[in-house]
C-alpha cells in the first residue's frame, strides 16, 4: 500500500463506516437492538398489567434470559461452525414472526401470562443463538483494518439503543397499547 493510500483511508472512531457492508449491518444492528430493548419493556409492562405481580416480572425475565446462561456456550459453538449470516437471518425470522403472534394475541384481548412467559422463553432461545452470531459476524462485513472502530461503533449503538428503545417503547404504550409495541418491534426484525 502507497502512502497516499494509507492516507486516504478513514481513520477514528469512524473508520468502519467507511464499508458499505458494516453500514448495512450497524444500521440493521441498530433496529434489531432498539426492537429487543422495545420488546423486553412491553412483554414485563404486558406481565404486569395481566397480573398485577411483581413476582410475574420476575419469572417473565428469567424465562427471558435463562436460555443465554444455559445455551450461551453451545450457541456460541454453533455461531464457530455454522455460517453466521444464516444463523443472523433464521433467528431475526424466528423472532419477527414470534413478535407478529403476540402482537395479534395482544391486540386481540386474547393474551394470557402463560402465553408471555412462552414467548420470553422461545425469545431467550432465539437470542441465545442471535447474540453470539452477531457478535462474531462483525469480522466478516468490515476489513481487519477497521475492526477496532467497529466493535467501538458496536458498542456505542448497543448502549445508544438501551435508551432509545424503552424510551419508545414507554410512548408507544401509552399512547396506542401493549399489542403496537410488539407489532412496530416486528418490523425492526
Not at 458499505?20 to 422495545?38: E, F, K, V
Not at 413476582?55 to 455460517?83: E, I, K, N, S, Y
Not at 437471518?89 to 402465553?115: F, P, R
Request: aromatic fraction near 8%.
Amino acid at each position: 500500500m502507497t502512502t497516499a493510500e494509507t492516507d486516504r483511508q478513514a481513520r477514528g472512531a469512524f473508520a468502519a463506516l467507511s464499508s458499505r457492508s458494516y453500514r448495512i449491518y450497524i444500521g440493521g444492528q441498530s433496529l434489531a437492538n432498539t426492537g429487543s430493548w422495545m420488546q423486553s419493556i412491553a412483554q414485563d409492562w404486558l406481565t404486569f398489567s395481566l397480573t398485577h405481580s411483581s413476582t410475574a416480572v420476575g419469572v417473565t425475565m428469567a424465562l427471558q434470559f435463562l436460555p443465554m446462561l444455559l445455551l450461551g456456550l453451545h450457541a456460541g459453538a454453533v455461531a464457530d461452525r455454522l455460517p453466521k449470516r444464516r444463523i443472523l437471518l433464521t433467528t431475526q425470522s424466528l423472532n419477527a414472526v414470534a413478535t407478529l403472534a403476540l402482537a395479534a394475541i395482544t391486540i386481540s384481548g386474547l393474551v394470557k401470562v402463560a402465553d408471555v412467559y412462552v414467548f420470553a422463553l422461545l425469545s431467550g432461545v432465539i437470542f441465545a443463538f442471535d447474540v453470539p452470531a452477531r457478535q462474531a459476524f462483525v469480522t466478516e462485513v468490515v476489513p481487519e483494518s477497521r475492526l477496532r472502530a467497529a466493535i467501538s461503533l458496536n458498542a456505542a449503538v448497543f448502549q445508544a439503543t438501551r435508551l432509545i428503545g424503552p424510551a419508545v417503547a414507554s410512548l408507544l404504550i401509552a399512547t396506542a397499547g401493549t399489542g403496537w409495541v410488539f407489532a412496530v418491534n416486528a418490523a425492526c426484525y
